[in-house]
């Protein structure tokens, strides 16, 4: 998997240090909150390599907060 994500960085330009993509993750956190009848959905922001690595994947990062109603 890292080769992978390693050469879609570098087919963009981007060349992260590992140790730093693998603090960058863990840093990447998110929380649920249930009230009654609602759940919001909160994620820490996407600092240092997260964001260019997640373009390089072409993954789409959630949103920073997402409220959801149960039918």
């Not at 730093?20 to 009654?36: C, G, P, S, W, Y």
């Amino acid at each position: 998997m890292r080769k992978e994500l390693d050469a879609r960085c570098r087919k963009v330009g981007f060349h992260p240090e590992w140790g730093d993509v693998l603090r960058d993750l863990d840093r990447l956190q998110e929380v649920e909150i249930a009230k009654t009848e609602r759940q919001i959905t909160l994620r820490t922001p996407a600092t240092g390599t997260i964001g260019p690595l997640f373009k390089a994947a072409r993954i789409a990062l959630p949103p920073n907060i997402n409220e959801t109603i149960p039918a």
